[in-house]
């Protein structure tokens, strides 16, 4: 399986971007699929994750109100929208995937995901 995240940029505080994480690969199966993000010099943290049918979502208390997680039909891809981003919200932005069963007991551990694409950098100028 291979993540490819895509939609990291520049921008202003208050304003808003949308990541999006496709996932390809042929035993891709019913995975949940998410995003974790690193600030320099501070370690990875969970931001969301949705289930494999994209009925559940999980967030972080950070961005809860301000980010949304959504999936698409053909669940290979989920995108995260972004709104009022602040400049603590600058990251390098990592999309994951694991299965939805383990998700679901800990959405935010890192050692449920199987699977991790590379990273894509927003950037929240103030």
């Known amino acids: 399986v291979q993540l490819q995240a895509s939609g990291g940029g520049l921008v202003q505080a208050g304003g808003s971007l949308k990541l999006s994480c496709a996932a390809s690969g042929s035993t891709f199966g019913s995975y949940g699929m998410g995003w974790f993000r690193q600030a320099p010099g501070k370690e990875r943290e969970f931001v969301a994750v949705?289930?494999?049918?994209?009925?559940?979502?999980w967030y972080a208390d950070s961005v809860k109100g301000r980010f949304t997680l959504s999936r698409d039909s053909n669940k290979n891809t989920v995108n995260l929208q972004m709104e009022g981003l602040q400049p603590e919200d600058t990251a390098v932005y990592y999309c994951?995937?694991?299965?939805?069963?383990?998700?679901?007991?800990?959405?935010?551990?890192?050692?449920?995901?199987?699977?991790w694409g590379q990273g894509t950098q927003v950037t929240v100028s103030s």
């Open positions: 994951a995937a694991g299965a939805t069963a383990k998700i679901v007991m800990s959405p935010h551990m890192e050692r449920v995901y199987d699977y």
């Open positions: 949705i289930s494999w049918s994209g009925g559940r979502t």
